[in-house]
């Protein structure tokens, strides 16, 4: 099967400090996805993205936080300055489109565990 | 996303069928009902998704009933690799939303 991959698998970084997170969706997807995962928490919706735009952002993706999709394979995301609280499991998911607008199946990669010190 | 609402947890032992029911009284018209599993520190995997009546693929089966306020996850004889956290979403744009809180299931020997 498919698989979505990201790196790194685990980012260790200073408070403060800019970082970017990389993801490669499946290749003949179209929609592209930021979620995390607090631990012990629920998964939480950040951004979805299609057609190089950001199609919607929950109010946890705030001006610290962007997206960018820089050459038709990688996904990234940014956060400029992070936060203690920032520390979670970033997982990214692509879909391959949607059917009438319903929901699709969504593929997710393994995670990078974000540790902010 | 409809509000779903699941069972905290569940345990089980190998071989035995687990059913797991997720309750989604304001389920809209167009609504699908979706189910990931997710394990340990790794991203959430699909596993079945219906509309009505029953649908069956190689893992699992979902049960919807006609009135289709509720759903039923259902693994046949599972194993001690089936222990993880399965999350029902229902709605159209599932992936524009937060997970639930998931049902943890336990598989014990």
């Known amino acids: 099967e498919p698989e979505v991959t990201q790196t790194p698998s685990h980012q260790v970084t200073q408070m403060g400090q800019e970082v970017i997170l990389r993801c490669v969706p499946i290749s003949n997807h179209l929609y592209f996805y930021w979620y995390r995962q607090i631990l012990g928490q629920k998964v939480e919706f950040l951004v979805s993205f299609y057609n190089n735009e950001i199609s919607e952002k929950s109010e946890i993706f705030d001006d610290q936080f962007s997206v960018e999709r820089p050459d038709g394979s990688n996904f990234t995301l940014k956060i400029r300055s992070t936060k203690l609280e920032d520390s979670a499991m970033y997982f990214c998911a692509s879909m391959v489109g949607k059917r009438q607008g319903l929901s699709e199946k969504l593929f997710f990669g393994s995670g990078t565990q974000l540790s902010v010190l | 996303l409809a509000k779903t609402t699941q069972p905290i947890s569940m345990d089980s032992y190998e071989g035995q069928e687990v059913n797991i029911t997720c309750s989604h009284n304001n389920i809209a018209t167009n609504d699908y009902i979706t189910w990931y599993q997710q394990f340990p520190s790794q991203g959430p995997r699909f596993i079945i998704q219906?509309?009505?009546t029953k649908v069956t693929n190689e893992v699992a089966s979902l049960f919807i009933p006609a009135d289709r306020k509720s759903s039923t996850l259902s693994l046949p004889r599972v194993s001690l690799s089936d222990t993880a956290v399965y999350y029902c979403?229902?709605?159209?744009?599932?992936?524009?939303?937060?997970f639930g809180d998931g049902t943890t299931l336990t598989v014990k020997p």
């Open positions: 219906g509309y009505k």
């Open positions: 979403l229902v709605g159209r744009e599932a992936g524009k939303s937060t």
